[in-house]
C-alpha cells in the first residue's frame, strides 16, 4: 500500500512538473521580433507577452525568474491599452538578429504622458543592460532627449529579449504603443515632427501679435 501512494506521489509530481514546462513555454510562445536595418515606426503589440506587478514592487530579477515568467501572457494587440490602473507594467519580448553583426535600433514608447519606464536588455551573460526614460528623470541619464520615452539597443546575434517596465504614477489611463525604429528613420521622423511644432507655435504667436496689435488700434 505504501509502495502504490509512493509511486502514485511521483506520478501527479510528474504531471504537475509536464504541465508546468508545457504552460511556461506557452508563456513565452509568441514569434520573436526580427530586427531590421529598415525600421520605420513598426508597431510590435503582436509580438509582446504582459505581467501586471499590482504589488509595484517587482524588480527584473523577480520577473526573470521562473516563478514570474509563467505569468506573461500575450495580448494580441498592435497597441497595448490596459486601461485605468494603478498598477506597474512589464512586458516582454523576443527578437531576432538574424543578421551575423549587430544591430543598432530604437524602441520607442508612444504615449508621453508615461513618466517613468524601463528597458532591460538581455545579454549573452545572462545578465542584462539597464535603460532608463522619463519625464520625472535627469536628461542625462536617459538614452535620446526626447519628449517621448526613447530606449535605443544594439542587439547581438541571434535570439535575446528585451523587459520594459512601465512605472505607473497613480490611477491613470494607460497606454502603451511601442515602435521600432532605424536611426535615420527616427531622426528624420523627430526633424520633421520638430519642423511641424515650430510651423504651429510660431502661426500661433503670430497669431497672438496680430490680436493684440487689433486691440492697441481698436483702444486708440
Given at each position: 500500500?505504501?509502495?502504490?501512494?509512493?509511486?502514485?506521489?511521483?506520478?501527479?509530481?510528474?504531471?504537475?512538473?509536464?504541465?508546468?514546462?508545457?504552460?511556461?513555454?506557452?508563456?513565452?510562445?509568441?514569434?520573436?521580433?526580427?530586427?531590421?536595418?529598415?525600421?520605420?515606426?513598426?508597431?510590435?503589440?503582436?509580438?509582446?507577452?504582459h505581467f501586471?506587478?499590482?504589488?509595484?514592487?517587482?524588480?527584473?530579477?523577480?520577473?526573470?525568474?521562473?516563478?514570474?515568467?509563467?505569468?506573461?501572457?500575450?495580448?494580441?494587440?498592435?497597441?497595448?491599452?490596459?486601461?485605468?490602473?494603478?498598477?506597474?507594467?512589464?512586458?516582454?519580448?523576443?527578437?531576432?538578429n538574424a543578421?551575423?553583426?549587430?544591430?543598432?535600433?530604437?524602441?520607442?514608447?508612444e504615449d508621453?504622458?508615461?513618466?517613468?519606464?524601463?528597458?532591460?536588455?538581455?545579454?549573452?551573460?545572462?545578465?542584462?543592460?539597464?535603460?532608463?526614460?522619463?519625464?520625472?528623470?535627469?536628461?542625462?541619464?536617459?538614452?535620446?532627449?526626447?519628449?517621448?520615452?526613447?530606449?535605443?539597443?544594439?542587439?547581438?546575434?541571434?535570439?535575446?529579449?528585451?523587459?520594459?517596465?512601465?512605472?505607473?504614477?497613480?490611477?491613470?489611463?494607460?497606454?502603451?504603443?511601442?515602435?521600432?525604429?532605424?536611426?535615420?528613420?527616427?531622426?528624420?521622423?523627430?526633424?520633421?515632427?520638430?519642423?511641424?511644432?515650430?510651423?504651429?507655435?510660431?502661426?500661433?504667436?503670430?497669431?497672438?501679435?496680430?490680436?493684440?496689435?487689433?486691440?492697441?488700434?481698436?483702444?486708440?
Open positions: 500500500m505504501v509502495g502504490f501512494l509512493g509511486r502514485l506521489c511521483l506520478r501527479i509530481a510528474g504531471l504537475f512538473l509536464f504541465f508546468l514546462l508545457i504552460f511556461s513555454g506557452a508563456a513565452f510562445a509568441v514569434e520573436p521580433l526580427l530586427l531590421k536595418e529598415d525600421f520605420n515606426g513598426e508597431f510590435i503589440g503582436l509580438h509582446v507577452l501586471e506587478d499590482k504589488s509595484r514592487k517587482l524588480t527584473i530579477d523577480d520577473v526573470k525568474s521562473p516563478e514570474y515568467k509563467v505569468k506573461f501572457a500575450p495580448e494580441n494587440q498592435t497597441t497595448l491599452n490596459f486601461g485605468f490602473s494603478d498598477s506597474d507594467h512589464w512586458l516582454y519580448f523576443p527578437v531576432k543578421d551575423s553583426k549587430n544591430v543598432r535600433w530604437l524602441l520607442q514608447l508621453p504622458r508615461i513618466n517613468l519606464a524601463e528597458a532591460y536588455e538581455e545579454t549573452a551573460d545572462g545578465g542584462y543592460r539597464a535603460h532608463f526614460s522619463g519625464g520625472q528623470l535627469p536628461v542625462g541619464i536617459r538614452d535620446v532627449k526626447n519628449r517621448k520615452n526613447v530606449f535605443v539597443f544594439d542587439t547581438r546575434p541571434g535570439t535575446s529579449g528585451v523587459f520594459v517596465r512601465v512605472v505607473s504614477p497613480g490611477k491613470t489611463f494607460t497606454n502603451v504603443f511601442m515602435t521600432a525604429w532605424n536611426e535615420k528613420e527616427f531622426t528624420d521622423k523627430n526633424v520633421l515632427e520638430s519642423l511641424l511644432l515650430g510651423a504651429f507655435y510660431g502661426s500661433m504667436l503670430g497669431l497672438l501679435l496680430y490680436n493684440f496689435f487689433i486691440f492697441l488700434t481698436v483702444r486708440d
